[in-house]
């Protein structure tokens, strides 16, 4: 701009000057010519300069305002780019499936959830009519009502397919880009799983309270009517009772003992402890009753074995309800066995009887809960809670260690865990 105010100070000085001539030289022929082309030889190259100058600092200034508009705007695609990346992520990686429909019922949108639910893959989705790709006819349904209603739909639905139990909801949208309908399906399959465990641990836990309840109130009901009288019948009797009240006791000691593992309130005491000490005390607690049913009881320790971190306490209850479950099985004469051995970074425990085994198809699931293999191993033989199993799966896993049976009917079975060397 100061180039231009100098261009203009030097055309009206140049212009005065021309007038002030052409005042002197009126008398003169041509003067006037002169001074008209003088002025004009003057200004003509400073108007051009003043305007090539001029129109140079526009164009620059144009060049650096084009420049950010075009950087601001690269800027806004990039966030918006980001944010629909963003979404897209969120949206592919949520545990809910999501669908976007439009007015015909076309899919939009899926992500990988609801294609896992549907068993389709996302490319092959797009474009097909939600009907076709849901094969469930209360989705189904849902979707219609949605349509016509226009108002929200949901409903819990069972898939029979892959038994699974879904929360389906059904929302009508803004009409954008072609959408129209929003879909969720949110998996209830692990809940529904939990309140069946939980509906299951109460029946069971009021089986086996009912059972001695039951056994206790004949007793008593027994010794009121007269059985009192007898004192060689009270006290049988009464000794039955007092059966029933230590397996009430076993029971309600077990389950706080395995809602405490669970729940993480057991604190394990891990120190260094040879292989021997974890073996022995239980077979000298078990000695006894193997010998009132001549059943031979061994110990097979490998030599030169590290010592392991243990939490002695608790691996003795996992031994001890091992060989209890092995003798009881056990038929007359028959023989347990356990041992010890390395086998790369741990050592393997191994319970063998020759027992009346376990059937196949109860096998995978001894570990579980109040589960009990009665085929077989119950047959005759007094039932016990279903928990001890359970329990010492718990402890065995707590000190990073692996659990498992081997079993055939009429031979026996073999019931392992394992430590591991360096915790």
């Not at 003509?44 to 200034?61: D, F, S, T």
């Not at 009912?210 to 007793?219: C, D, F, K």
């Not at 019948?233 to 706080?256: C, H, I, P, Y």
């Not at 990073?400 to 079993?407: L, V």
């Amino acid at each position: 701009m100061a180039l231009t105010q100098v261009a203009i100070l030097i055309i009206v000085v140049a212009a005065v000057a021309s007038w002030l001539n052409l005042e002197s030289c009126q008398q003169t022929p041509g003067c006037a010519r002169s001074v008209i082309l003088w002025v004009l030889g003057i200004s003509i190259p400073v108007v051009v300069l003043v305007a090539w100058l001029w129109g140079r600092w526009y164009a620059n200034k144009t060049l650096v305002i084009t420049n950010q508009l075009e950087r601001d705007y690269n800027r806004q695609v990039g966030l918006v780019e980001f944010q629909r990346q963003r979404n897209q992520i969120v949206m592919q990686y949520l545990a809910d499936g999501v669908l976007l429909l439009n007015k015909k019922g076309e899919i939009r949108l899926i992500n990988r959830a609801a294609s896992e639910i549907f068993d389709i893959p996302q490319a092959k989705a797009i474009g097909q009519p939600f009907s076709s790709v849901a094969w469930n006819h209360a989705l189904i349904d849902l979707w219609q009502a949605c349509r016509q209603q226009e108002e929200e739909q949901r409903a819990t639905v069972e898939l029979d397919r892959q038994n699974k139990f879904l929360e389906a909801i059904f929302k009508p949208i803004q009409p954008q880009e072609g959408v129209s309908y929003l879909v969720v399906l949110q998996d209830l399959t692990r809940i529904r799983r939990l309140e069946s465990i939980r509906r299951d641990f109460i029946s069971n836990v009021s089986h086996e309270l009912l059972t001695p309840i039951a056994s206790v109130r004949a007793v008593v009901e027994t010794l009121e009517d007269g059985a009192l009288d007898n004192r060689e019948v009270a006290l049988k009797f009464l000794g039955r009772a007092a059966d029933e009240v230590d397996s009430m006791t076993q029971l309600v000691n077990e389950l706080l003992t395995l809602t405490r593992i669970e729940s993480g309130v057991t604190e394990f005491k891990f120190s260094p402890t040879a292989v021997s000490e974890l073996i022995l005390r239980p077979v000298e607690r078990f000695g006894e009753q193997a010998s009132r049913k001549e059943i031979e009881l061994s110990v097979e320790v490998a030599p030169d074995l590290p010592m392991i971190p243990a939490d002695c306490d608790q691996i003795w209850q996992v031994v001890r309800n091992f060989l209890h479950n092995a003798i009881k099985h056990t038929p007359r004469s028959g023989q347990v066995k356990i041992s010890a051995s390395k086998k790369k970074k741990e050592i393997i425990f191994a319970i063998e009887d020759t027992g009346v085994g376990i059937h196949p198809e109860d096998l995978p699931r001894i570990f579980e809960r109040f589960y009990k293999a009665d085929r077989s191993r119950n047959r005759g033989a007094v039932s016990g809670t279903g928990l001890g199993l359970a329990i010492a799966k718990h402890i065995v896993l707590a000190h990073n260690g692996r659990i498992w049976a081997e079993s055939s009917l009429g031979k026996g079975s073999t019931f392992y865990f394992s430590l591991p060397i360096n915790n």
